[in-house]
C-alpha cells in the first residue's frame, strides 16, 4: 500500500532528515536529479529538446532549479523562468539557483513566451504546503501552464492544489505525471486534486517516511490476497460469490 502524508507529516520527515545531518542543499539536490529523470522520459529524448522550469521563489523552487541545471547536464536546453522577485528567494533555493547559473543555465523573469517553444514545461510554482487561491504572476503562469498545452511535469504537486485536501480555489496546474518526493501527498489522492496530478511517481531522496494511516491500495495489494488458480481450475472449484442488492423498482442496481 503506497503511504498518503499530510504536508505535516512531511514537514515533520523533513525536519528529522535534516537533523539527521542532511542538508536541505543535498535534499534539493537529489528532488532535482529525480525530477530530470523523469523530465527525460517524458521528453523522450534529450538532444534538441527544451525545457522550461517555471520556479517559485520557495523549496519548490529550488527543486526546480536543481532540476534545470541536472537536465541541461544530460543535454537538454533547460532554462528557468522566475514567478517572483529573485531578491525573496532566500537560503538553499537561492544556493541552487546560484548553482543553475554557474552551469549556464538562463534564468530569467516569466513571461508566456518562453512556455511557446518548450517540449516541457516542469512545474515548481508551489510546493505542498501551499491553500488557498493563487494571485498574480504565479496564477498567470499556471494559467498560461494550461492554456499551452505542453506536456508539465510537477514537483511534489500541481501548483495550487492543496496538499492537505486536494482542493483548489483559483487556478491549478494540470499536470501530465508528478513526481512526489519520498511519499505521495494527500492532495494529489483526492479529487479535485487527483485529477491534475497525471501519473503520480514517488521518488526516493533519502527521507524516512513514517507510518501513515492512510494509503492507496496498489495492484500489488490486491493480487497479493486474492487466492491462486491451478491450471485446471473451472468456475465451480474455486468458491462462489453470493451479491444481496436491489429492491422493488430498482433491480438495476443489483
Known sequence: MRPLLTPDEMASADSATIDSGVSVEVLMERAGRATARLGLELLGGRYGRRAVVVCGKGN??????????????????ASCVLVADESSIKGAARTHLKRARKAGV???????????????????????????????????AIAAINKSGTPTLAIDIPSGVDGATGRIEGEAVVAHATVAMAAEKLGTALPPGTLHAGRVSVADIGIHVPESSLGRVEA??????????????????????ALLGGSAGMTGAI
Do not use: Q
Request: aromatic fraction near 6%.
Open 106 to 140: 538562463p534564468v530569467m523573469p516569466y513571461t508566456e513566451s518562453v512556455l511557446h517553444k518548450a517540449d516541457l514545461v516542469v512545474d515548481a510554482i508551489f510546493g505542498t504546503g501551499f491553500h488557498g487561491a493563487p494571485s498574480g504572476l504565479p496564477a498567470e
Open 60 to 77: 519548490n523552487g529550488g527543486d526546480g532549479f536543481a532540476a534545470a541545471r541536472n537536465l541541461s547536464s544530460e543535454g537538454v536546453a
Open 220 to 241: 500489488a495489494d490486491v493480487s497479493a490476497i486474492l487466492p491462486r488458480r491451478s491450471a485446471d481450475a473451472h468456475k465451480r472449484s474455486v468458491g462462489s460469490v
